[in-house]
């Protein structure tokens, strides 16, 4: 995800500096998520926003949602979901169900980058909703990569989105959950 965000936040939002802070998986994440904000609310200087983005895999998303809320919370800092249109300090986003559920969203840029992989995959019925594929997102373009003839070994991740990500145009993405989690940047940075 990392790799997918340095190539797609510049073209969401060009006026502004970034930084991407990674962790090593969602349980991670949700583990040291209290204390990173805690400290992010003594550094948050004024225009400064905290975007907390992660797979929802198999969790509820409401309940996932409400968790990100309740460490936001605990660390004084406005969410957006809070906010009710005003100002805040954190965007929690969670992506449905995976990363590679937005690379279905554009599947042109994964021709771009894999063009053996066939052209017609967004009009069959399992992938035609990015965001409901049955059995996993990662696991269903591994299936379609390993078939045209790419990672015979596995899918490489972090490889797929440094090929993928430069190619995709956040304008076109039809995955809801990158839909989602475009506008409520482009929202956030005016």
């Known amino acids: 995800m990392e790799t997918a965000l340095g190539f797609l ?63 936001a919370t605990a660390a004084h800092l406005l969410t957006r979901t809070r906010a009710a249109g005003g100002q805040f300090d954190v965007l929690n986003r969670i992506v449905i169900e995976e990363l590679e559920a937005w690379y279905f969203g554009d599947w042109q840029a994964v021709r771009q980058a894999y063009p053996r992989v066939p ?3 967004p009009s069959r019925t399992p992938y035609r909703d990015a965001d409901a594929i049955k059995g996993g997102t990662w696991e269903a373009l591994q299936r379609i990569m390993q078939r045209a003839g790419y990672f015979a070994d596995g899918l490489n991740k972090r490889q797929a989105a440094e090929r993928i990500a430069p190619h995709m145009d956040p304008a076109r993405n039809t995955s809801h959950s990158f839909q989602v989690f475009r506008d409520a940047v482009l929202a956030a940075a005016g």
Not at 10 to 38: D, I, Q, S
């Open 9 to 71: 936040v510049p073209k969401l939002v060009t006026h502004v500096t970034f930084r991407l802070h990674a962790y090593r998986g969602k349980e991670a994440l949700l583990r040291r998520l209290p204390g990173r904000l805690e400290a992010y609310r003594r550094l948050l200087q004024p225009g400064w926003l905290i975007i907390v983005l992660i797979d929802r895999d198999d969790d509820d998303c409401h309940a996932l949602k409400q968790l990100l809320e309740r460490s």
């Open 119 to 121: 052209a017609t995959i």
